[in-house]
């Protein structure tokens, strides 16, 4: 009997300290983040968190171990937390968006467009998703059509210098069916991005330039 007791005691001591130690390291942590010293800030909240094992989560600290993982520009640890306020239901709006904007940073596109797209779906008010997204599509669009432009330009500048015999040379109708593939492979990301945002003007003018281009080539 007195072995078992020791043993609780001594269980119960262990927990205390182990108890005393996270709200040490979190305190740390606070100070670090409020310092702006991202790196000692997430190392103590990790601390934290190897403390409390599979116990108790403190998702707002969990929150801001991924928000100082950005800082520091550490994507997979930002990612992973994120991952984890999501699964804790903690400021979900905030942690799909945050996530997705982590994805976009690593070029991470196709992670991107799905994180963004379940964001839309669970929270069809909150315009800044959508935002985000017509803007991605945008700029896709945009580097689809200025790759187009390139190559024509390209194409005109040796038929003028006569590197290309005449508009039937083989060469300069290979050009221009490379042309031919960025515009219209232009217009589906434009598209995209009008049903986001169907007021976005530079959209409807270079999609209005892909079809131009198309029906002259």
Known sequence: ??????????????????????????????????????AKALENYEKVMAATGTGEQDYAMIFNSAVCAIQIKNYEKATKYFDQTIAGNYKLEDSFFNKAMVLKMQKKNEEYLKVMNEGIAKFPENAKFKTDLAKYYLIEG?????????LLKSAIDKLKSKKYVDTK???????????KKEFSDAIPLLDKALELN?????AKAIKAN???QLKTL
Do not use: H, R
Not at 1 to 6: A, G, S, V, Y
Not at 23 to 36: E, I, R, S, V
Not at 142 to 150: K, R
């Open 1 to 38: 009997m007195k072995k078992m007791i020791f043993i609780f005691a001594l269980c119960l001591s262990f927990g205390t300290l182990m108890a005393q130690d996270a709200a040490t390291f979190k305190n740390a942590g606070n100070d670090a983040l409020k310092a702006k010293d991202y």
């Open 142 to 150: 945009s580097l689809q059509y200025n790759n187009g432009a390139t």
């Open 169 to 179: 040379d083989p060469a300069y109708l290979a050009d221009i069916e490379k042309v």
């Open 198 to 202: 169907p007021a976005a003007a530079n």
């Open 210 to 212: 892909c079809e131009k």
